[in-house]
């Protein structure tokens, strides 16, 4: 199936820093989400996106859908490290209700 | 409000047997989509249901097969298990009225399945 380009596949930052990271797709969606995923869970729904060049914030978190329709981005500031997890670019075409999803981020935190 | 949940959480099945995975969605939700991640293929989209009918299916062999009740709960099937079925399998929810844009999906907790 279709996967959406993530990068980076991983970072290893300290607390504190900012986090960004972005996903690029060959298709246009119509609604870009960005999910994490704890280690034994399901993906997490953060920030949902449905224009594009919209920029929607959720807390530290801050979410642009790309003007193209064809990427999205991800910003975490000031991380803390209950922010360790993947994260999950999906894209969804107009009409459906399944998901793209992308190759993953796995965000750790340095001591 | 309760989650999505899934029973059963592990599952160790071995080759040619055959597994019945079941996923109760947010009280209210009517649309059940499931998935299955791997760390190969990663997150892949199975088949979706709303109002017991199949309305999406992603590209996987007929060994996988699912449904649903009246109640919204569904249920997925995979027959003749392969080594290559061994992953968590998700199942997520959503309202979805036809046309809705901010029809967002929830996810449960998965279904680790390993085939042996």
């Known amino acids: 199936g279709q996967q959406l380009n993530q990068s980076p596949q991983s970072m290893f930052i300290q607390e504190g820093e900012d986090v960004s990271m972005n996903c690029t797709s060959s298709?246009?969606?119509?609604?870009w989400l960005w999910y994490k995923q704890d280690p034994g869970e399901g993906p997490v729904l953060l920030i949902a996106?449905?224009?594009?060049?919209e920029l929607t914030s959720n807390g530290r978190l801050t979410a642009q859908f790309g003007i193209t329709r064809k990427d999205s981005f991800l910003n975490i500031s000031a991380s803390i490290p209950s922010d360790v997890g993947i994260y999950f670019c999906a894209g969804r075409h107009t009409g459906a209700n399944n998901l793209f999803f992308g190759t993953g981020t796995r965000l750790t935190i340095i001591p | 409000k309760a989650g999505v949940t899934q029973t059963p959480r592990y599952l160790i099945k071995t080759r040619g047997q055959q597994v019945t995975l079941s996923c109760s969605p947010i009280?209210?939700?009517?649309?059940v989509s499931w998935y299955q991640q791997t760390p190969g293929q990663g997150l892949q989209f199975l088949f979706e249901?709303?109002?017991?009918?199949?309305?999406n299916k992603g590209n996987f062999p007929g060994r996988f097969s699912g449904r649903q009740f009246s109640n919204s709960r569904s249920e997925m099937n995979v027959s003749t298990l392969e080594l290559g079925d061994s992953a968590l399998y998700l199942c997520?929810?959503?309202?979805?009225?036809?046309?809705?844009?901010?029809?967002?999906?929830?996810f449960g907790p998965g279904t680790r399945l390993t085939v042996l």
């Open positions: 009280s209210g939700h009517r649309s």
């Open positions: 298709s246009i969606f119509n609604t």
């Open positions: 997520a929810s959503s309202l979805y009225y036809p046309g809705q844009v901010n029809n967002e999906q929830f």
């Open positions: 996106l449905y224009k594009a060049g």
């Open positions: 249901y709303f109002s017991e009918t199949q309305r």
